[in-house]
């Protein structure tokens, strides 16, 4: 199986920037079947929201509420997805999830998450 562990969370002042990194681990043949992977976040009271997705091609896609502040990137050697969050705003607060899709699933499921990092925007 894949396992992801997100990690970079933490508090910060509104203005400032913070990196989240995603490593994901497991056998050889579970990590080949990493296809695209994505960040989503919770804040209190909300729904689950995806934030930022990147292809195996590295085709991008954002959600409208963080376009020009954040930026999702990979390493494939590392295994490793980023999100370098700049000119953070205290709506971003949230727990922020990193997220692989599957291209063979595991126990009916097409997808792999971390636990979850916190990041608490102060203003």
């Known amino acids: 199986q894949v396992q992801l562990v997100e990690s970079g969370g933490g508090l910060v002042q509104a203005g400032r920037p913070l990196r989240l990194s995603c490593a994901a681990s497991?056998?050889?043949?579970?990590?080949?079947?990493?296809?695209?992977m994505a960040w989503y976040r919770q804040a209190p009271g909300k729904q689950r929201e995806l934030v930022a997705s990147?292809?195996?091609?590295?085709?991008?896609n954002y959600a409208d509420s963080v376009k020009g502040r954040f930026t999702i990137s990979r390493d494939n050697a590392k295994n490793t997805v980023y999100l370098q969050m700049n000119s953070l705003i205290p709506e971003d607060t949230a727990v922020y999830y990193c997220?692989?899709?599957?291209?063979?699933?595991?126990?009916?499921?097409?997808?792999?998450w971390g636990q979850g990092t916190q990041v608490t925007v102060s203003s």
């Open positions: 497991g056998s050889t043949f579970s990590i080949s079947s990493i296809s695209s």
């Open positions: 990147i292809s195996p091609g590295d085709t991008t």
């Open positions: 997220n692989a899709r599957l291209r063979r699933p595991v126990s009916h499921s097409n997808d792999a």
